[in-house]
């Protein structure tokens, strides 16, 4: 039987752990699909709606610091003042750096400028700024707006009023009445406010933006501009780029994959690019996914630990209730056994005494007859509970069958094994429950016999039983020993 019940436990055990892989297998696999297709649903977002929303969001703002300059710089150029100015022979300089100061304070540009085609003088609020020549490369602007087709261009330069400060420029013909040039005149913002701009996008949306020219040279950036000069791919992008196109394109730098928006703002000649970490958009994902996987783990763990705890309880259970007798809670016959082998072949000094005890209840089954058997059910349990306050803990107590019981008594001798049956038939007897349940005394019979010479403890046990029988043929109630 205990061959069978450790079979039952092992089995129990394995299919415990067939269903915890089961379990992690599902659960994984649940959870690593989803995962790809949140991660790919993140890229393809990434991709497709949130680089190019900031790319127009970004396409949108520049363009509107960009109209501020060019209404300012429409009026100036459509100003009768500075017309007249201009064909009077520029004579009162105070009256043009006034002009320019107050369209600098007034519409809160970083610069405000007139470049005479007759005098070649540089005019800005604070005087003259110097003298123009073809020949000096930071004037080439002013002959490239004097021979256009449009009235004005847009461009971002270094202005050199402005410490050479990175500016918005735009540049707007002057003419005189009859359409002739006199010169270009306009204002200059910073931009300082779209490179603020740019890092607001980049915390908003955690992405890097940055405007490119022609020449592959970063001119303003929310980011490490060395970082970016020295991207060959985004070069390469750029050098085959189609100004009229608006594309997304993906690249790898550093093992890392990265996405790019990359679109052409006309008015400044420029290139806007908006680039994102994709590993940035599926970390979180992929965050959450580890932490899915662990929290699973540490479940399972605990219904693992509870579910063996449980077992172990249920087979502690069973082990008892296949030692244990139902009706009294003794032991039975088959743990009797088990124990009764291990004392009986013992080597042990304190273990050689030995003895048995086989007792039955006087006329059973006239009690059965005559109160039923649910009382007589009752009298053997409280024979039972006597049965155990009168022998010692260590003792094992049997219900053998019926109305038989055993007991296995080690390490005492006979005589005071005797005592203690002698005493077990007082108690029996003296006793209030079964007096009132039958009321009429109870009595019992006995046989003793302690191991002396014999070879086997079934020649034990037989010597016993016929001391018992001896016991009731004697007329009952009596203890043969």
Same mark, same amino acid.
């Given at each position: ?146 021979? #256009? ?143 899915? #996987? ?188």
């Amino acid at each position: 039987m205990l061959n069978i019940q450790s079979n039952n436990f092992l089995y129990n055990y394995k299919i415990l752990i067939i269903i915890t892989i089961l379990l992690f297998i599902g659960f994984f696999a649940t959870s690593f699909f989803s995962y790809k297709i949140a991660t790919d649903l993140a890229k393809n977002e990434l991709k497709y709606k949130s680089l190019p929303l900031s790319s127009d969001n970004v396409y949108s703002e520049i363009q509107r610091d960009i109209l501020k300059p060019n209404l300012v710089s429409s009026l100036m150029a459509q100003d009768t003042f500075m017309i007249k100015w201009m064909l009077n022979g520029e004579q009162n300089i105070n009256e043009i750096t006034t002009y320019l100061s107050t369209i600098q304070k007034k519409y809160n540009t970083s610069t405000s400028f007139l470049v005479s085609d007759k005098t070649k003088n540089y005019y800005y609020p604070k005087g003259i700024l110097k003298e123009i020549s073809p020949n000096e490369k930071r004037d080439i602007w002013f002959y490239r707006v004097k021979n #256009i087709v449009n009235e004005y261009e847009s461009n971002i330069d270094i202005d050199l009023a402005q410490n050479d400060s990175i500016t918005i420029f735009t540049n707007y013909k002057v003419k005189d009445f009859n359409g002739n040039f006199l010169g270009a005149t306009g204002v200059g913002l910073k931009t300082s406010h779209v490179g603020d701009l740019l890092k607001i996008y980049k915390k908003k949306y955690n992405h890097e933006i940055y405007l490119i020219n022609k020449d592959n040279k970063i001119l303003i950036s929310s980011k490490d501009t060395q970082d970016i000069q020295n991207n060959s791919f985004i070069n390469k992008v750029i050098n085959t780029f189609n100004k009229k196109d608006i594309s997304t394109h993906e690249y790898y730098k550093n093992n890392e994959k990265y996405v790019l928006n990359i679109r052409y703002i006309d008015e400044l000649n420029l290139y806007l690019c908006v680039e994102a970490k994709e590993g940035y958009f599926t970390e979180k994902l992929e965050k959450t996914f580890y932490i899915n #996987i662990l929290i699973f783990s540490i479940i399972i763990l605990i219904i693992i630990i509870f579910t063996i705890l449980y077992i172990k309880h249920q087979q502690e259970i069973l082990k008892d209730l296949a030692k244990t007798d139902k009706l009294t809670s003794l032991n039975n016959r088959h743990d009797f056994d088990l124990i009764f082998e291990k004392l009986f072949n013992s080597q042990r000094k304190d273990e050689k005494d030995l003895t048995i005890l086989i007792f039955d209840v006087d006329d059973f089954k006239q009690i059965n007859d005559k109160f039923g058997h649910i009382v007589g059910d009752k009298v053997l349990i409280e024979i039972a509970n006597i049965f155990k306050n009168t022998f010692r803990d260590s003792d094992t107590l049997v219900r053998w069958g019926g109305d038989e019981f055993v007991a296995l008594l080690a390490k005492i001798k006979e005589d005071k094994a005797y005592k203690l049956t002698k005493k077990l038939c007082e108690n029996i007897s003296s006793n209030k429950t079964l007096h009132n349940l039958l009321n009429q005394e109870i009595t019992i019979s006995a046989g003793l016999h302690s191991k002396k010479d014999e070879t086997s403890k079934e020649e034990l046990f037989s010597k016993a039983d016929k001391n018992l029988y001896k016991a009731k043929q004697k007329g009952k109630n009596i203890i043969v020993y």
